[in-house]
């Protein structure tokens, strides 16, 4: 599967696969639609890529990303 990721606001708002994911005011990731395992996975390694101290964070469930 192809994911797409589309930067709007740098880590804070992105499009995965034209689904929104943006982090809340707590800094939790939200997304209002279920994202595949895959798409997870893919911002996972995106965001490893800003050096971000949240990305071992970014594990679904514990942050809204179904």
Known sequence: ?????K????KEKYEINEKL???DQSGNWQCHSELSR?????FKKFA??????????LN????NIH
Do not use: C, F, P, Q
């Open 60 to 63: 679904g469930e514990a942050h």
């Open 21 to 23: 994911v943006y982090k």
């Open 38 to 42: 895959t798409e997870k996975e893919a």
């Open 48 to 57: 490893k890529s800003w050096g971000d101290s949240n990305k071992e964070d």
């Open 7 to 10: 930067e709007i606001r740098y």
């Open 1 to 5: 599967m192809m994911v797409e990721i």
